[in-house]
Each structure stands twice: as structure tokens, then as C-alpha cells.
């Protein structure tokens, strides 16, 4: 029980932090931050993908063990993009452009923690079945009622 309410507070925390990036890409998208100061039109881009990302981890948080492939795809993705992060930042530093690793280890830890409590499989399978079963008990009643 320990477990999941870990996993709940670090899903919902997350979601929310996902959330919050909002603000940011109010502002850039406002300000055409992105196109004149920055030159970067990929950020409003990711920014949008973590909102998206955040919302649907908000609600995964109620019921984690009903929504892990969520969970671990949220997981993969955030490893996969410090590795692609990784990769430019030595690139970067390889051309002489000093750029800091903090964003590069600040999503492999994401990755690395919702990896490390995500509900196993089986126990989510498990967990699954049994809220299909008892959602399938409930109906049967309901069902003789209506027939008396």
C-alpha cells in the first residue's frame, strides 16, 4: 500500500510539474519568444507535449496500477530524451558551445524514479483483472433485477 501511495504523490507531482510548463509556453508563444530571441521553434513544440503528457498523468495518479503502461511509457520517454540531450550536449561542448547538463540529468532521474515505482506487471495485471471482476459482479445483479 506503501508503494502505491509513493507512486501516486510522484505521478501526481509530476503531472502537475508537466502542467505548470503552461506558463512558459503562454509566454513564448505571447512574446514570439520562440521565433525572435530564441530561434528555437522546437520549444513550444515539446512544451505542448509535456502539458499533454501532464494532464493524462494527473488522472493516472488516482488509479496508477489501472494506467502503468502510461507510466512507463512516461518513463522511456523521459530516458530516451536525456539520452538524445546527452548526445547534443556533447556535441555542443565537442564545437565549443558550453551548454549545461542540468536539463540532460534532470530527465534521466525523472525516467530512472517513475521507472523505479512503477507497479510491476503482473501486480497491475492482477490489480486489473480484479476491478474488471468486481465491476462484472456488480452488473450481474443489476441485470436479475431488471428481469424480476
Same mark, same amino acid.
Given at each position: 500500500?506503501?508503494?502505491? &501511495? ?5 505521478? /501526481? ?40 503528457? /501532464? ?12 494506467? &502503468? ?29 558550453? &551548454? ?49
Amino acid at each position: 500500500m506503501k508503494r502505491e &501511495r509513493t507512486l501516486q504523490i510522484v505521478v /501526481g507531482l509530476l503531472g502537475v510539474a508537466y502542467i505548470a510548463m503552461i506558463y512558459p509556453l503562454y509566454t513564448d508563444l505571447w512574446h514570439a519568444n520562440w521565433l525572435l530571441v530564441t530561434k528555437n521553434e522546437t520549444e513550444p513544440m515539446f512544451l505542448s507535449f509535456f502539458i499533454a503528457l /501532464g494532464f493524462f498523468l494527473v488522472l493516472a495518479a488516482r488509479r496508477p496500477l489501472a494506467y &502503468r503502461s502510461l507510466i512507463v511509457f512516461a518513463a522511456w520517454q523521459s530516458i530516451a530524451h536525456a539520452s538524445v540531450m546527452a548526445i547534443q550536449t556533447v556535441e555542443a561542448w565537442q564545437n565549443g558551445i558550453h &551548454r549545461d547538463f542540468t536539463d540532460v540529468v534532470l530527465a534521466a532521474v525523472i525516467g530512472g524514479v517513475l521507472l523505479a515505482v512503477a507497479p510491476p506487471e503482473k501486480e497491475a495485471a492482477a490489480t486489473v483483472s480484479l476491478n474488471e471482476m468486481n465491476t462484472a459482479f456488480r452488473r450481474v445483479p443489476e441485470q436479475s433485477r431488471a428481469k424480476d
